[in-house]
């Protein structure tokens, strides 16, 4: 039996010391949503002396919450959506084929792991001009999904390489199951763990990539959530009691989503779908 030690108090001390200092930021944004302009700049960190629900009302229409937020969900959902589906069948197909060619492919794909997105900004930005996608909702689902694929595909064929038993595909295939729907009745259901990591880690990564839609969406009809709380960032000064609003507003919907999608990240490590 382990004994509580002075060392093991002192370094829970020392780690509730560094998480409250952690939180102060968080308190201070919070806390400022709640007050008044002259409110926030005479007592920064105290508690507000008046509560207001003006500020987040006055986010909600400037930003045109809803209908931003519909953009999010359509941007976020397809490239999610895309990245699961063609990332496991190039996975699969990956695994399950080792010839030369296929291991030039991967290879291929880990490079674009390796080569920062921003290098090729400028080709990709003729690109989506030349196929007419400028400010549309697809052109920036497209380019999510074709940058997010190379991890996404390293992950899931880890998964399989080390998870899914290639003797259940042979019982398959003598029952007459050919390759599509091998994979998408026998093979597709046992990656549930290594999908729902891979599903969570580009949700956040969509959601939040900002660089993408303030490159490629023009109109402000298309904007997403991130470019309503940028617009709203003053040339010399900026009211820090309307944007800590926008800034929560923003970032609530991803809060909740990780609340609920966190067990199943954490069962998808623990079956072994982060192992090289």
């Known amino acids: 039996m382990n004994r509580y030690t002075k060392e093991t108090a002192f370094t829970e001390i020392i780690m509730l010391l560094l998480a409250a200092i952690f939180m102060i930021p968080i308190y201070y944004l919070i806390i400022t949503t709640f007050k008044t302009p002259a ?54 197909s990956l695994v399950r084929r080792t010839n030369h060619f296929n291991r030039i492919v991967f290879l291929l794909f880990m490079v674009g792991m390796m080569v920062p997105y921003q290098m090729g900004i400028l080709a990709l930005y003729k690109q989506v001009a030349q196929l007419g996608l400028m400010n549309t909702l697809t052109g920036i689902v497209l380019i999510e999904i074709c940058y997010s694929l190379p991890f996404s595909i390293f992950l899931i064929k880890s998964f399989i390489s080390s998870t899914v038993p290639f003797e259940l595909e042979e019982a398959a295939r003598v029952d007459g199951c ?13 990656l549930t763990p290594v999908i729902a990591t891979v599903a969570i880690l580009n949700t956040l990564g969509v959601w939040n ?5 303030l490159l490629f969406l023009q109109s402000r009809s298309k904007g997403v959530l991130l ?16 944007f800590f609003p926008m800034m929560l507003l923003a970032v609530a919907p991803l809060i909740l989503f990780y609340i609920f999608m966190q067990k199943y990240i954490i069962n998808g490590i623990t079956s072994g779908s982060l192992k090289g």
């Open 39 to 92: 409110d926030a700049v005479a007592h920064p960190m105290g508690l507000p002396v008046n509560i207001t629900f003006d500020n987040y009302i006055r986010a909600f229409k400037a930003m045109n919450y809803m209908h931003v937020l519909g953009n999010n969900l359509v941007i976020t959902i397809s490239s999610v959506a895309g990245i699961v589906m063609f990332s496991t069948m190039a996975a699969y």
């Open 178 to 190: 050919g390759v599509w729907r091998t994979f998408w009745q026998i093979v597709f259901p046992l």
């Open 209 to 213: 990539d900002f660089m993408t839609p």
């Open 227 to 242: 470019l309503e709380v940028f617009r709203n960032i003053g040339q010399f000064s900026t009211d820090w009691t309307n």
